[in-house]
């Protein structure tokens, strides 16, 4: 890829969570574990792995461009220092809170039902925002950083799942708060498309970067059907 090509990165990276856990998922207990992609590694491991993907968007985004990133308490912290290291800005700290979580089943702590949505720019950047729109989205008022939203509907996933999928809502409102039409958008964690569905509805362009087969299988057909109703 070109340097200074991308508008706009969307990365939803290993959050680094499979070490044999498990959840509840309708009403059966499931494995959390996703693949050897996700499993957990040292805390050095992880900070080396984010700074070295961070460096690279960090070449190909444009001067004025901004990048998303999704994460929990696992990796997020972690990138928030990376950030700041390879020249990010943060622009916003923005909490996903889901309102029909997992269940807590240990029952030792608070139950989690939020993920951090980090906003970030470069530090000399004049990124756009769409601040109109999203206070038109949000019933004529400011929208706040706390977006509360539902995990991917069925018809989300009709191609198949990523154990980490992201919901459609979720990923047009970043696109069109953050971008304009025609503008490119890229997701170096591609996983089952979500970002490109998204991207491609709204009228923008789309880069994604895969390696695991099983999710690019997912995404591909997502991503045809999109461009075949545009």
Known sequence: MEAG??????????YFLSDGGISCKNGKMVSVDKGDWDKPMSAEGIHLFNRKWLALCYEVLKPDG???????FHNIYSIGVALEQ???EII??????????????ACKCFTHSTETVIWAKKKSAKPYFNYQLMKE????????????????????????????????????????????????????????????????KNGRRFIGIEKEERYFDISLPRIKETESFI
């Open 137 to 200: 989205l949000n019933g004529g008022k400011q929208m706040k950083d706390v977006w509360v939203g539902t995990a991917p509907k069925a018809s989300e996933k009709k191609y198949g799942k990523h154990e980490t999928q992201k919901p459609e809502w979720l990923l047009e409102r970043i696109v069109l708060a953050s971008t304009k039409p025609n503008e490119c958008v890229l997701d170096p964690f591609m996983g089952s498309g979500t970002t490109g569905v998204s991207a491609i």
């Open 92 to 105: 916003n700290n923005i909490t996903w809170q889901k309102p029909n979580p997992p269940p807590n089943l």
């Open 66 to 72: 901004t990048i998303w990133i999704t994460g929990t």
């Open 86 to 88: 390879e020249g990010y």
């Open 5 to 14: 090509s991308v508008d706009v990165i969307f990365a939803d990276p290993p």
